[in-house]
């Protein structure tokens, strides 16, 4: 994507439901977890792009609340290539500025991952030029009822009068808490669903379905997404012609 043809029209946030590994593998007559090793590149791939182009925010959806019914072994499997990853990419993030943060039930991962998954957001606290928000046991809905939950704790003890909850103060309860909502949402491998995945922060993002399995979503895809992108008009509920006119004001 050539980005000074579109200097304003860059995501700030982009949010990736990587999906299709199994059934990469399955093509090759390999074991889903081979589709995980090859997805795990391009998780690197798409981290490298989204800070040389110079996305702020990038939030993927690496293991749901429900994957955790997939057999045994594929999320041992799984478990053990997020601890590689993490462990492999820790210098490369501290060098290129990346910020790590975990959305989802920490303590509900191993004990090894949970520990890397520490010292990796310890060490990168103070970087700045990317925010990569890795989704690990996350689901959507029980990050609300969370949020529900510690809002009712506060209106009780009396910290909290129900009339001052608005949108501000519930997204502030949520892993998300001042980030952006995401802009733009890719999905890869065709599947045309949400699977519980930021339900509340995606109210207005741009959504960007793609046959192309997880595994051969490289640079040149994901710049193909970017390129879309630019060209819609988000209108946030107004007319086309408002939407333009704030456009060429802004
Ligand atoms: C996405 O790929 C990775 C995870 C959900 C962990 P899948 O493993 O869902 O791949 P398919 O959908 O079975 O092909
Ligand atoms: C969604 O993919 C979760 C992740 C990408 C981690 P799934 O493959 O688990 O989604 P469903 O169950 O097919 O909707
Ligand atoms: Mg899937």
């Given at each position: 994507m050539d980005e000074t043809r579109y200097p304003d029209s860059l995501p700030q946030h982009v949010a990736i439901i990587m999906d299709g590994n199994g059934r990469w593998a399955q093509q090759r007559h390999r074991p889903r977890l081979f589709g995980h090793k090859a997805g795990a590149d391009s998780v690197r791939e798409a981290v490298e792009t989204a800070r040389e182009v110079g996305i702020r925010h990038l939030t993927l959806y690496a293991f749901s609340t429900e994957n955790w019914q997939r057999p045994g072994?594929?999320?041992k499997g799984l478990m053990g290539?997020?601890?590689?990853?993490l462990q492999s990419e820790l210098d490369n993030m501290k060098n290129n500025g990346i910020r790590l943060a975990c959305f989802g039930q920490k303590d509900r991962l191993p004990d090894e991952v949970r520990g890397m998954l520490d010292q990796v957001i310890a060490e990168t606290k103070l970087c700045s030029k990317l925010r990569l928000n890795l989704c690990l046991s996350y689901g959507s809905r029980a990050e609300m009822i969370g949020a529900m939950q510690e809002i009712s704790r506060k209106c009780v003890s009396g910290e909290l009068n129900p009339e001052e909850i608005d949108d501000q103060l519930f997204s502030d309860h949520l892993y998300s808490t001042g980030q952006p909502d995401p802009?733009?949402?890719i999905r890869t491998s065709g599947e045309q669903r949400l699977s519980n995945f930021l339900l509340w922060q995606l109210s207005y993002a741009e959504l960007?379905?793609?046959d192309v399995p997880w595994p051969?979503?490289?640079r040149d895809q994901f710049l193909a997404a970017l390129e879309e992108y630019a060209g819609r008009q988000r209108r946030f509920g107004k007319t086309g012609a408002q939407?333009?006119?704030?456009c060429v004001s802004s």
């Open positions: 072994l594929e999320v290539l997020l601890k590689n990853y802009d733009l949402l960007y379905f793609t051969d979503f490289r939407a333009e006119a704030a």
